[in-house]
């Protein structure tokens, strides 16, 4: 589990095909990795990634063709920045929200522009994930938690401050750029809770009126 507050910046130093998978080395800059063993998990843009290997200036993971599929660590390219967090521990202040580094898709910026110091950004999510995305609820964008300032349809805004900026990768981010999206696991959770018995039928159908009626949520 992480917290989404990102500790340092990383840089990519190689990537490695093996076969349908591959071995990602990260160079993990001012990260502290004294207490990092083999078989930890560090969360790379928000997807949660074990070092294989400790090189000494990072780690390096192996990905599997799954992870290629649902995120964006496949588009990475040596030289590329990414957001680097060490898996949370029982001492550790949770600043942001519990995140799990199960990426649940990939959107896209659509929109950067200045909002006095800070900047506002739109990003648009996959429709299967925009029941997910609320109003001032949290959600998690390459790894780094935020507060959705305004939601419309699969569209959603996000007000960034300069010291965010510094300290992720998110300065970077443009039009068209493309990002990792893991929403709030509260409302993954409670959504299949939901479905009650028809989760085992495989035929949940979701949330609707009635259902919320029927539990209580609606009157």
Same mark, same amino acid.
């Given at each position: 589990?992480?917290? /989404? ?101 990939? /959107? ?44 419309? /349809? ?49 035929? /949940? ?15």
């Amino acid at each position: 589990m992480f917290t /989404g507050i990102i500790q340092a910046i990383g840089t990519i130093a190689a990537i490695e095909s093996q076969g349908e998978d591959v071995r990602l080395r990260v160079q993990t800059g001012r990260l502290d990795l004294s207490d990092v063993c083999l078989g930890d998990s560090i969360a790379v843009n928000g997807v949660c990634l074990t070092a294989v290997e400790l090189p000494g200036d990072g780690f390096c993971a192996d990905v599997s063709a799954e992870t290629l599929k649902r995120t964006g660590i496949g588009n990475l390219k040596p030289g590329n920045r990414v957001n680097l967090e060490k898996a949370l521990t029982p001492s550790t202040r949770l600043g942001g929200h519990l995140v799990s580094g199960h990426v649940d898709g990939i /959107g896209e910026v659509i929109a950067r522009r200045s909002d006095g110091r800070s900047e506002r950004f739109t990003i648009r999510a996959t429709d299967n994930l925009a029941r997910y995305i609320a109003e001032k609820g949290s959600i998690c964008v390459d790894g780094i938690s935020l507060t959705v300032n305004a939601v419309r /349809g699969a569209e959603f805004e996000l007000n960034i401050v300069p010291h965010t900026l510094q300290e992720t990768t998110m300065g970077d981010f443009q039009a068209g750029t493309q990002v990792n999206l893991e929403v709030d696991i509260i409302a993954r959770y409670l959504e299949r809770l939901l479905q009650g018995e028809n989760a085992a039928k495989g035929d /949940g159908g979701g949330v609707s009126l009635q259902k919320l009626q029927d539990y209580g949520f609606v009157k």
